[in-house]
């Protein structure tokens, strides 16, 4: 008798694709007449490429959170409340790091199950940081006197400066998204450039180009760079032997005002294709993935990064990570939510783009904010017209 097979894609980084090939064995050696093959596509094709034109051609699908609103709107994943157990979905719904199951959660439905958690997060090199004789810096000011020095690496490619421009807006009084009729207050958003302009005039430009990966690739292989205030966390640095210098991560410094940082929460969830033929064995998988035994343990010890709150919280997940998830647990449940209508992913795609032209080259701080305002309302009040799949 042939076996069944399900098509899966993720992303290609160890975090998002490992542990899923060691799930695919295993779930494979339970259920022999089930193979799954998952593919992978880099981290810049996992925001780039519209999944509502994977679908069709994969069983499951690892998603972000803002795709969620174009998923109600084309039906193209299962909404899961429909077909997995209330109690399991309860279940995921109290042990959620930070918002990370509730991000999936759009128009009445579920539509994915978070099986990855993260938000920007500070890291550094411990071991040079104590043989230079520097304390890890724990307030914005720290890192502005470290950054002087040239010691600072960061994320700066046009969606992490987004994000950081979210965060700065925070900070400042206000969150960005309150209202329809622009991204932020005009207030606060030059604030948040004012800030942002400052600390990343001190900046190597190279990082203009490196994304969180990158970063924490340069910071883990060299001694160029001490510390990194804020980039999506990766708990494979933290482990012995993944790289050639161990990471360590912590919380998000305080500002000026007394306030944490607050991050922007990231992650990926599992959502199952409504076109699959197999939707039964796709949705057994995702059960299997998602739950809080595998999380905390096989999950891990392949090198993921769980979902579920258990996991993050697990003795064994933190010895073999140097407490990355329960440091982390803090900053994780104070990140901010974006938005996640139908059309929401065209202003992301487009809108850290004139921030990194006035980031590097300069400018009016205010267009940077008109043509901010000008990507949000089109994504708002233009695309159903333009693009009827939205």
Request: proline share 5%; hydrophobic share 40%; aromatic share 14%.
């Amino acid at each position: 008798m042939p076996k069944i097979v399900v098509n899966g894609i993720t992303w290609g980084h160890s975090r998002g694709i490992t542990p899923l090939f060691a799930a695919a064995q295993r779930f494979s050696e339970i259920y022999p007449e089930i193979e799954f093959i998952w593919k992978k596509r880099s981290l810049q094709e996992f925001a780039d490429y519209p999944i509502e034109k994977l679908v069709t051609h994969y069983d499951l699908l690892v998603i972000d959170h803002p795709w969620v609103g174009t998923a109600a709107a084309t039906l193209g994943v299962l909404p899961l409340d429909q077909y997995i157990s209330k109690h399991y979905l309860a279940d995921q719904a109290a042990h959620s790091v930070g918002a990370s199951h509730s991000s999936y959660f759009y128009g009445g439905h579920q539509w994915a199950l978070a099986i990855d958690a993260a938000s920007p997060a500070a890291s550094y090199r411990a071991d040079l940081l104590e043989r230079e004789g520097i304390a890890v810096p724990e307030t914005w000011e720290d890192v502005l006197a470290l950054a002087r020095l040239g010691k600072v690496a960061v994320p700066a490619i046009p969606i992490d400066l987004l994000m950081n421009f979210y965060t700065f807006c925070i900070v400042h009084g206000n969150a960005p998204f309150k209202t329809e009729d622009e991204v932020i207050d005009r207030a606060t958003g030059l604030k948040a450039l004012e800030t942002m302009r400052e600390f990343y005039a001190l900046i190597d430009k190279k990082m203009y180009s490196y994304n969180p990966i990158a970063v924490a690739e340069l910071m883990s292989s060299e001694d160029d760079y001490l510390y990194c205030p804020f980039a999506y966390s990766y708990s494979n640095y933290a482990r012995k032997g993944y790289s050639e210098f161990r990471l360590k991560y912590g919380d998000l410094v305080t500002f000026a005002n007394g306030q944490k940082l607050r991050g922007t929460i990231g992650g990926t969830g599992l959502a199952v294709s409504a076109y699959s033929s197999h939707r039964e064995e796709a949705l057994l998988f995702a059960e299997m993935v998602a739950s809080s035994d595998f999380q905390a343990q096989f999950y891990v010890q392949n090198g993921g990064q769980p979902g579920h709150r258990l996991a993050w919280l697990d003795e064994d997940a933190n010895y073999i990570t140097d407490n990355f998830f329960r440091d982390l647990l803090p900053s994780m449940d104070n990140a901010f939510l974006r938005p996640r209508y139908s059309g929401h992913l065209y202003f992301q795609d487009r809108a850290g783009v004139p921030l990194q032209d006035f980031l590097q080259y300069g400018g009016d701080a205010g267009k940077v904010l008109d043509t901010m305002n000008n990507l949000y309302q089109h994504s708002l009040y233009d695309l159903p017209a333009l693009n009827p799949s939205l």
